[in-house]
């Protein structure tokens, strides 16, 4: 009741326009943060120097053990890492003085323990890449093993030639070129050799063993890329 014996009627106090710009660009900002995070965030591989130094170690282990004959070691050693455990496809390249001596995947795709596919690629680097003059147990010292693991496999869809050659991402996409059961395929450090994305898709069509141009050619190859997480023993 008011001093005139009047009931008081109580209006609500409007809310400030500064408290509702907040509310709202900390709701849009949740939102945005959401659909990055499962939606737009690129898949990415990371593994820390520990677990590097822990698959150059077992992929040594395995080199050794394949060239004395006695198969895959223990695949599961004490200590390996939950990540090193989780499914995952890897290249494994092995050189000596420089040379490259076995580069080998057996499967582009995630299918088994990533651990599992580093020690398997070795074995078959050592012992199945007839590219290459066979290691011996006499170069073992000076050997040294680079691992590239495979992430975001895709195809690549374009319309010709030229869309191809604006779509490649040079010194960051590996590249796949596919007829019929024919692979050939180009690390993404490959790039270092051939920058030009032309010379780059002629040289992995010889490495194929087709026409240089045969990229240019319809029907297309089917063509993917994909992107690598890399490591190497040290000189």
Not at 193 to 215: M, Y
């Amino acid at each position: 009741m008011n001093a005139n014996n009047q009931p008081t009627v109580e209006r609500p106090v409007p809310r400030s326009r500064k408290g509702n710009f907040w509310v709202r660009f900390i709701l849009g900002f949740i939102v945005v943060a959401f659909v990055w995070f499962f939606a737009i965030r690129p898949n990415t591989i990371e593994l820390s120097w520990s677990e590097q130094e822990q698959l150059l170690g077992l992929a040594r282990e395995q080199m050794v053990s394949s060239l004395t004959n006695d198969g895959l070691i223990d695949i599961y050693p004490p200590g390996i890492s939950e990540r090193s455990l989780r499914d995952g496809a890897a290249f494994v390249s092995l050189t000596v003085d420089g040379a490259l001596r076995g580069c080998m995947i057996d499967q582009f795709q995630p299918h088994e323990p990533l651990v599992v596919n580093v020690l398997r690629n070795t074995e078959l680097a050592v012992r199945g890449d007839d590219r290459f003059q066979r290691l011996t147990p006499e170069e073992i010292e000076r050997a040294r093993i680079a691992i590239s693991v495979v992430y975001d496999v895709e195809p690549l869809s374009f319309e010709d030639e030229r869309d191809l050659l604006r779509r490649l991402e040079p010194d960051r996409d590996g590249v796949i070129l596919a007829i019929d059961q024919d692979i050939a395929t180009y690390l993404p450090s490959v790039w270092q050799t051939f920058p030009d994305p032309a010379e780059f898709l002629s040289q992995l069509c010889i490495k194929a063993g087709w026409d240089a141009n045969r990229w240019r050619m319809q029907p297309y190859p089917t063509i993917s890329t994909y992107h690598v997480f890399a490591f190497e023993e040290p000189e």
